[in-house]
C-alpha cells in the first residue's frame, strides 16, 4: 500500500517497524560503499593478459612504438575503435588513459582559441553557457564549473535529453556554446539517445554558429543485457544536415582494460580532428603508443573488443539484477521511490520521495553505507527536488551489493515516513 494512504497510527507502526530495522542495521557495524562507479577485481583480472604484451614493439606500418611521434594514435588501434563507434579511422584520435582529460582540453582550447566556426575563442565572451541534461555525470558538472561556464539544466528522458527544452533554449540565446551528453547508458539515468533525439541535435539551428555536442560515449559498448543497443550514428546526422563540426565524440578502454591503463578516444569531422591536433601538438609529441599496441594485440579486432564486453557482462549483471530484485521486494508498491533498470553501463538512478534524498544519504551513513552525495549528479550539487541517489553496484561482490542494497531500502522507507509526518 503506498505510504501517503497510510492512516496516521499505521503510518505511526510502519514507521517503528522501519527505525527498528535501522537499529539493528547500525548495530551490525557495516562498512559497505555504492559510491563510484569503478570496476571490480575480477573484471580488471580479465584484462591480466595486458601486463604481457605488447611481444613486439613495431606497428603495421612498421613504426617503433617506443620511440616519440604519432600524435594521431597508433593506426590499428583507432580503426578497432572506429568500428566500435561507427566511424572511420580518419575521424579517431587515440591518446592516454583518461577520456576527461580530452573533454578538459576541448574545453580549454575552445575557450582560449574556440571551434571551427567561431568568431572568437569562447572565452572572451562576457557569458558562455552549457547545457547539461539531468541528472548526469558529476565531473562533467564539476569541470564546467571550473572554467566558469554556468550550467542550465533541461531533463533526461528515456530517449536521451529532452530535445524540445534544448531546441528552444539553443535557438536564440547565442552564449549557450555547447552541451554535453551521454548518449549511450546515460551516467545515472541510463537512458539511450534515439535516433530521433540524435537527429534533431544534430539539426536544430543555433544561435551559437560553434556549438559544440560533448558526446561523451563512456559505456558504448557496456551492454548488460544479449540486445547490444548501437548509438546513433551522431557524426553522420551532424554531417548530413550540414552542422559536420558540431559534435566531439568520446570514449576510452577505461572500464573495457585498465581504469587507470587504458585508452582514451575522440572523434569528430576532419576539421575537428585537425583543431584537436593542433592544440595538443604543443602539449604532446606523441602518446603512449606501446599502449596502444598491447591494446591491438589483446584484442585482435571489434569483434575481440565485444567478446570482451560480453565476459564483463558475466560478471556484473548478476550485481544489477541483485539491485533491482532488492527494490523492488523492499520498496515494490510503496510508492515512495523510482528506479530504471538499465541494460547498460555502471548506474542504477534512484529517485526517493521529494526532499528526503539527503536524509536517505545521511541515514546511510551512520549506518556504515557510503552512497554518492544527495544532489551529485546535478550542477552546483543542487537537486531541487532533493530526490535523485546514483547507485553504483559494480565494484563490491555480489553479497556486499544485496547487504549495501536492503540497508538502502530500509533508509529510504525510514526518510519517507518521517517526512510523511510518522
Ligand atoms: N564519462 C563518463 C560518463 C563516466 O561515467 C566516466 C567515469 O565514470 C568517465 C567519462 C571517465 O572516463 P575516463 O576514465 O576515460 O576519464
Known amino acids: 500500500m503506498a505510504l501517503s494512504d497510510l492512516q496516521p497510527a499505521d503510518l505511526a507502526a510502519f514507521a517503528d517497524t522501519q527505525r527498528a530495522a535501522y ?53 590499428e588501434l583507432r580503426a578497432i575503435f572506429a568500428d566500435l563507434l561507427g566511424t572511420s579511422p580518419a575521424n579517431v584520435v587515440a591518446q592516454g588513459n583518461s577520456s576527461l582529460t580530452l573533454m578538459h582540453d576541448t574545453l580549454v ?8 566556426g ?40 528515456d530517449e536521451g535529453p ?12 547565442p552564449s549557450i556554446k555547447g552541451m554535453w551528453l551521454v548518449p549511450t547508458y546515460a551516467n545515472p539515468s541510463g537512458s539511450v539517445c534515439s ?12 544561435a551559437a554558429p560553434d556549438f559544440t555536442i560533448l558526446w561523451d560515449n563512456a559505456y558504448a559498448v557496456h551492454h548488460l543485457t544479449e540486445v547490444e543497443t548501437p548509438t546513433a550514428d551522431i557524426l553522420s546526422l551532424c554531417a548530413e544536415a ?29 576539421a575537428t580532428v585537425a583543431w584537436f591536433l593542433k592544440g595538443l601538438a604543443f602539449s604532446s609529441i606523441g602518446p603512449d603508443k606501446v599502449n596502444h599496441l598491447r591494446h591491438v594485440e589483446f584484442f585482435g579486432d571489434a569483434d575481440g573488443v565485444r567478446a570482451h564486453m560480453r565476459k564483463h557482462r558475466e560478471l556484473i549483471a548478476p550485481k544489477f539484477a541483485e539491485v533491482q530484485r532488492v527494490l523492488a521486494e523492499r520498496l515494490g508498491g510503496h510508492d515512495v521511490a523510482e528506479w530504471n533498470d538499465p541494460a547498460g553501463g555502471y548506474f542504477v538512478s534512484l529517485d526517493v520521495l521529494d526532499g528526503t534524498a539527503s536524509r536517505v544519504v545521511e541515514l546511510a551513513k551512520e549506518a556504515g553505507i557510503a552512497l554518492t552525495p544527495a544532489g551529485a549528479s546535478f550542477p552546483y550539487g543542487d537537486d531541487p527536488r532533493d530526490r535523485n541517489i546514483r547507485l553504483a553496484p559494480t565494484l563490491p561482490p555480489v553479497e556486499e551489493v544485496t547487504a549495501a542494497m536492503d540497508a538502502v531500502a530500509t533508509c529510504v522507507l525510514l526518510a519517507a515516513a518521517e517526512k510523511l509526518g510518522a
Not at 60 to 67: I, P
Not at 109 to 116: A, E, I, N, V
Not at 195 to 206: D, G, K
Open 109 to 116: 582550447q575552445s575557450l582560449l582559441y574556440g571551434r571551427p
Open 118 to 157: 567561431s568568431v572568437d575563442p569562447w572565452g572572451v565572451e562576457e557569458e558562455v553557457r552549457f547545457i547539461c541534461p539531468v541528472p548526469g555525470y558529476d565531473r562533467h558538472f564539476a569541470l564546467t564549473d571550473r572554467l566558469g561556464i554556468e550550467m542550465v539544466t533541461v531533463p533526461m528522458t
Open 162 to 173: 529532452d530535445v524540445e527544452a534544448v531546441a528552444a533554449l539553443v535557438a536564440d540565446d
Open 195 to 206: 535516433e530521433r533525439v540524435a537527429r534533431a541535435l544534430a539539426s536544430m539551428p543555433t
Open 23 to 75: 537499529d539493528e542495521l547500525t548495530a551490525k557495524g557495516l562498512k559497505l560503499d555504492l559510491t563510484r562507479g569503478k570496476p571490480s577485481s575480477a573484471q580488471l583480472d580479465l584484462s591480466e593478459g595486458l601486463l604481457r604484451l605488447p611481444t613486439g614493439h613495431t606497428a603495421a606500418d612498421g613504426t617503433d612504438v617506443r620511440n616519440y611521434g604519432g600524435l594521431t594514435g597508433l593506426p
Open 242 to 270: 550540414g552542422n559536420p563540426d558540431r559534435v566531439v565524440v568520446f570514449a576510452s578502454t577505461s572500464k573495457i582494460t585498465f581504469a587507470g591503463a587504458g585508452v582514451a578516444f575522440l572523434a569528430g569531422s576532419e
